[in-house]
């Protein structure tokens, strides 16, 4: 297994979306310049796959994938962990509940009645009850699928139970993708983009390949690969495995029009020594990581560039 530079493998690609993408309207109005079916692949064994060539907050990362691992679909939960990654789906759904007008998204306004939103969501419990919840995201998908007959299925604990009895079965598959529940997963949060997730044993070794369906390249996608790369390696680290490889295929593979110029400028960025991760200590259950279990070693990266995020 021979890839590139973490940070290569992905500069590779913004400069492949600014050089053939062709330019798309979308949901939010903003537009986009887009690629279809794109591919990274990272290398595990060799470091960690967080970007040097802008700062990517690994706390939030982290904090984000424990969330989606228990299973959980409340904002209340990310914002006690000062996380605001989810913020804006909820504060939007809110304001269209109550008919309230919505300001211009990423303006001083928009700001500051989103935090007014998340204020009272930590402050007032009937408030948070009513308006908090995300609806069938990623963590109910992941852990409590409910299929046609009403029955839960568990599964990542079916794919981690998977990995260890019968490692070269060709079904270890998490799927975030419920068509049933699509529409209800719109109404406060966002229908999964990394939907569908495979596992595959080799040589020792545990290897992960994401399929995303939305692709926000500059933004979105540095955490997506951060986390999937953490979530292989603390499931490598409960199953006696090596991390392998983390492959991520994309679907449309969009940078935003107002995010070109933050793209060129991290392009003209060398890239760094990529991290290490450390696990400070052997748990026997995936279930039982803390974030106080991880440590970034050697993370030295260029400075963050900010863009506004398209809701």
């Known amino acids: ?39 990274m692949r990272f290398d595990l064994s060799e470091s960690f796959p967080l970007l040097t060539t802008k700062k990517v907050p690994f706390k939030l990362i982290l904090t984000e994938l424990l969330w989606f691992i228990r299973g959980n679909t409340r904002v209340k939960e990310l914002l006690l962990e000062n996380n605001h990654i989810w913020d804006e789906w909820p504060f939007k759904a809110y304001l269209k509940r109550n008919n309230l ?11 500051a009645q989103m935090k007014a939103f998340t204020d009272r969501l930590l402050a007032d419990p009937e408030f948070e009850q009513q308006y908090g919840d995300l609806g069938p995201v990623y963590g109910k998908q992941w852990r409590n699928w409910i299929g046609p007959n009403g029955k839960s299925t568990d599964q990542l604990k ?17 799927s975030a993708w419920n068509p049933a529940e699509i529409a209800e997963m719109a109404k406060a949060g966002l229908p999964p983009c990394h939907c569908l997730f495979q596992f595959y044993v080799a040589d020792g070794k545990l290897s992960c390949h994401l399929y995303q369906r939305s692709c926000d390249t500059f933004l979105g996608v540095p955490f997506n690969i951060a986390s ?22 994309g679907g449309d593979t969009h940078l935003y029009l107002n995010h070109l110029e933050q793209a060129k400028e991290q392009l003209s960025r060398t890239p760094k020594a990529a991290p290490k991760l450390v696990i400070k200590r052997q748990v026997k259950e995936l279930w039982d990581f803390t974030k106080d279990d991880f440590e970034l070693v050697g993370y030295d990266p260029h400075p963050a560039i900010k863009a506004p995020i398209a809701v």
């Open 158 to 174: 079916d794919a981690v139970d998977l990995i260890r009895k019968s490692p070269d079965s060709r079904r270890i598959i998490v």
């Open 101 to 111: 007008p919505i300001p211009i998204a990423n303006s001083d306004e928009w700001v």
């Open 228 to 249: 999937y790369a953490l979530l292989t390696i603390m499931i490598a680290s409960v199953t006696g495995l090596k991390p392998g490889e983390f492959i991520w295929t």
């Open 1 to 39: 297994m021979k890839t590139n530079h973490p940070d290569i493998e992905y500069l590779n690609l913004l400069r492949r979306i600014l050089d053939e993408g062709t330019q798309k309207t979308d949901r939010t109005g903003t537009g986009t310049k887009s690629l279809f079916g794109t591919q």
